[in-house]
């Protein structure tokens, strides 16, 4: 039987939804949005007002999401193990590798970013924190995908044909699963294209103590600088450093991927794959 939930609650977190994806907004246009009375809406944005939850501009009679939702997302990013001690390291893989570097987290069947260090490149992907991403068409979402098992994929992704992207019209799920299968042998995953034009990136899950997969590590960057080879071998021991911050503490050996939603030692990881020139040898 499910618990009992407050329909004012609710109504309050989904009039913030639509103020943050689509606001400012005037009084009637949320409503609409709602479907909600005009009164009952007006209510709604007094309260939240009252608490710093959203702000009213004057000039324009137009509601925008306050500050106070600011200060609970840094308060959540904190607690959540992605605040200040992860910023440095990811600061420094930025530098090392001069593109965008992100933290991202699953969150409601999606993946959110919740960290974003920017490139100091003039042309680079415009992501930003709150920006969310498709699990079957990012780096990040793919990543993660890599530490579930296969019939956790399922239970997330149910539909045997995967809906179009920006570069891919059609995908199956069993493609999908043979691309994990890949990302779990050589322990990051890319995208070149798929979710947004242009941009390519590579991702590599972050772990928490235990080995429970905390977030994703991203390198995205214009497709027309991507390397695959640069960005994986800066991104891992990026990672790596970043799950003993985290508390993970390995027992022997390199860390691996193991499609359990933890990590496994292993001998081969944390292997980048070789340049092309040096292939040959």
């Known amino acids: 039987m499910p618990e009992r939930t407050l329909s004012t609650v609710g109504n309050a977190i989904r009039a913030l939804d ?155 799920r069993d493609g999908l699963l043979g691309e994990i299968r890949l990302i779990r042998e050589h322990d990051y995953a890319k995208q070149e294209e798929e979710f947004v034009e242009g941009i390519s990136a590579v991702a590599t899950p972050v772990f928490a103590a235990g080995g429970r997969a905390l977030a994703a590590l991203s390198i995205a960057g214009p497709s027309s600088r991507f390397d695959e080879a640069r960005w994986s071998a800066l991104l891992l021991p990026a990672a790596r450093h970043m799950s003993e911050l985290c508390g993970y503490r390995a027992q022997r050996g390199d860390l691996a991927l193991n499609g359990a939603g933890h990590m496994s030692a292993g001998t081969r990881a944390g292997t980048a794959p070789r340049r092309k020139e040096d292939r040959s040898s």
């Open 18 to 172: 639509v103020l943050a994806d689509q606001g400012p907004l005037r009084l009637t246009a949320l409503a609409g949005e709602l479907e909600l009375g005009k009164s009952t809406v007006h209510l709604l944005l007094q309260t939240l007002r009252e608490h710093g939850m959203v702000d009213f501009d004057p000039a324009t009679r137009s509601y925008g999401v306050g500050l106070r939702v600011f200060e609970l997302g840094a308060t959540a990013i904190e607690q959540g193990g992605f605040g200040a001690r992860l910023v440095r390291p990811m600061e420094e893989l930025a530098r090392r590798c001069n593109e965008s570097v992100s933290l991202g987290v699953l969150n409601a069947g999606s993946v959110l970013i919740v960290q974003r260090i920017e490139s100091s490149e003039i042309l680079r992907a415009d992501i930003r924190p709150g920006t969310r991403m498709p699990l079957r068409y990012s780096a990040s979402g793919k990543a993660l995908l890599a530490t579930m098992t296969d019939s956790e994929i399922d239970l997330l992704l149910p539909e045997s044909s995967l809906p179009a992207s920006a570069q891919i019209t059609l995908r199956d």
